[in-house]
């Protein structure tokens, strides 16, 4: 019997893998494809890093970025960002992208967002609009917040740890945001640096007492010429 015909006899005993080996190796390729952000009370947030891997996590979802029945448009969201998908306790799953509305299963925009986990991701993507209530004593809240929007500064209670480095993101954010801060916080001197460099007009919200005051002035023409008038 030649080598095609020993082949042929023992070709229908050769071991084929287990439906179980078969999905365990599945799912240990999406996770090496896959970013896990939380794992933890019940949520599981990841970021896919390839089209595969967000239609694995988007099954039995509407978004274009789970299609594989029609054009997927993973690719061109993650170029400009990580895609983000979260799972709640009660299996939901929700998606969160800068450039886009958070967006439940059935591809419908959040509104009035409460959930904690829900409202950092909100926050992370820069969706502030989109959340009912911002805890202002959480100090990862906060953070984000003054990052996207320094004027929230204003929410924050001044007697709250961490203030002045909140003042900082702020200033950082929106140089014009140093009019609303208080003169008496130990790095105002510094706090004012950031906000001519931000924004050169700030300097007209600076106190001409202030022992620096001519070397802001410096940085406040150079970031905005206007900004000697």
Request: proline letters at 3%; aromatic letters at 10%; charged letters at 25%.
């Amino acid at each position: 019997i030649g080598l095609s015909g020993i082949a042929e006899k023992i070709k229908p005993f050769e071991i084929t893998k287990s439906s179980g080996e078969l999905k365990r190796e599945e799912k240990a390729k999406i996770y090496s494809e896959t970013i896990v952000v939380y794992d933890k009370n019940d949520y599981l947030v990841v970021i896919p890093k390839t089209q595969e891997a967000s239609c694995f996590w988007g099954r039995n979802t509407e978004w274009c970025t789970a299609s594989t029945k029609s054009k997927n448009y993973f690719d061109d969201y993650n170029k400009d960002g990580p895609l983000i998908i979260a799972i709640t306790p009660n299996n939901k799953k929700y998606q969160f992208h800068k450039n886009s509305s958070p967006m439940d299963e059935n591809d419908k925009p959040l509104e009035d967002i409460t959930d904690p986990v829900l409202v950092e991701l909100a926050l992370l993507t820069g969706k502030i609009d989109n959340i009912k209530h911002i805890d202002y004593t959480n100090f990862r809240h906060c953070e984000l917040t003054v990052q996207q929007n320094g004027l929230a500064i204003n929410n924050i209670d001044k007697d709250i740890e961490n203030y002045s480095y909140f003042c900082e993101l702020a200033v950082q954010q929106n140089g014009l945001v140093i009019q609303y801060i208080d003169k008496d916080i130990s790095n105002y001197s510094y706090l004012c640096e950031l906000a001519v460099q931000q924004s050169g007009l700030a300097i007209h919200y600076i106190d001409k007492d202030i022992l620096n005051y001519s070397y802001l002035c410096e940085l406040a023409v150079q970031q905005n010429g206007l900004a000697i008038r």
